[in-house]
């Protein structure tokens, strides 16, 4: 949503400003120049990008409209997850939550957290981990540099995508200048021309400029930080998840991992010891499934 708001109000204070200079906006619709920086400026992208990167450039976009996922309501019912999970599993025996991690689709456990099944990777990092508990031999130290390992490889992954649209944003500048040249290679042309003729020409050359900065520091670049910073929310939300694993593994009590898990958030949307102490309370622990 603020997305949409900030780019109306980009928009709509450079063309306020540039009637208030009476400025004709009609001046600024040349169609030539949009079609040169914009065809080049996806071309390029083409260019520079592979397949696989490109798929999850047009996936990812669709966060930028949504915003950021990560809420506390969403950290808060990931707590309560693995609550009860770590509850079952030191009150029943570790093997008790072997059909949850197996199948968490069907798991009494996972149902009660529909963010999280949908969030494929996460649900994985967790239920892989715990399989991985289950065989038994792993020391804690080696389980967190596992995990921390397996956060660097998503981060890894998913970087390329809004590096692609940072390349982008400034290659624009210079396609406004290659679409500027070439509208005063038309003025050029029809120098013997009326003033009123070459002074549109060269106007509508500089429309390439203003175009190509504005698309720049206006849109692609901002939404390729915007990007960055979604993608940095998601790592935190599997840090969350590495804390609490880790913290069952060196043998902690559900209520204690949890509080570890709980330190790891970022503290705008960290439930507060109560919010948690409430929530771990209200839980119903699970019987154990077969």
């Known amino acids: 949503m603020f997305v949409i708001i900030g780019a109306v109000v980009v928009i709509a204070s ?6 208030m200079h009476e400025g004709s906006l009609l001046a600024l619709l040349q169609w030539n120049e949009f079609i040169i920086i914009g065809g080049a400026a996806i071309g390029s992208l083409l260019v520079a990008t592979p397949l696989k990167t490109l ?3 047009v996936g990812s976009l669709s966060k930028l409209v949504k915003g950021d996922a990560y809420t506390k309501k969403e950290y808060l019912s990931l707590l309560k997850t693995m609550y ?14 072997e059909a949850h991690v197996e199948n968490p689709e069907k798991s009494a456990i996972f149902s009660k957290n529909p963010f999280l099944l949908k969030n494929h990777h996460a649900l994985q990092y967790l239920c892989d981990t715990m399989k991985l508990l289950l065989g038994g031999g792993v ?18 992954e998913q970087a390329p995508t809004y590096g692609a649209l940072q390349k982008m944003s400034e290659a624009l500048p210079g396609l406004g200048i290659v679409a500027a040249v070439l509208g005063i290679v038309v003025t050029m042309q029809a120098i013997n021309g009326p003033p009123e003729e070459i ?15 504005l698309m720049c520091y206006g849109f692609v670049g901002p939404m390729a930080s915007h990007l960055e910073l979604i993608q940095a929310s998601e790592a935190r939300y599997f840090e969350c998840i590495k804390s609490g694993v880790v913290a069952y593994a060196k043998g902690n009590a559900a209520i204690t991992v949890v509080e570890f898990a709980r330190r ?27």
């Open 14 to 19: 450079v063309l306020i400003g540039y009637v």
């Open 55 to 57: 798929k999850q450039l």
């Open 84 to 97: 009860e999970l770590f509850n079952v599993a030191t009150r029943d025996g570790l093997i008790s939550i």
């Open 139 to 156: 020391a804690p130290h080696d389980l967190e540099a596992m995990l921390e390992a397996d956060i660097e490889t998503h981060h890894a």
């Open 199 to 213: 002074g549109m020409k060269v106007a509508a050359a500089l429309v390439g400029t203003f175009t190509g900065v």
């Open 264 to 290: 790891s958030i970022y503290s705008d949307v960290r439930p507060t010891f109560k919010e948690l102490e409430e929530a771990a309370r209200s839980v119903k622990t699970t019987p154990a499934q077969n």
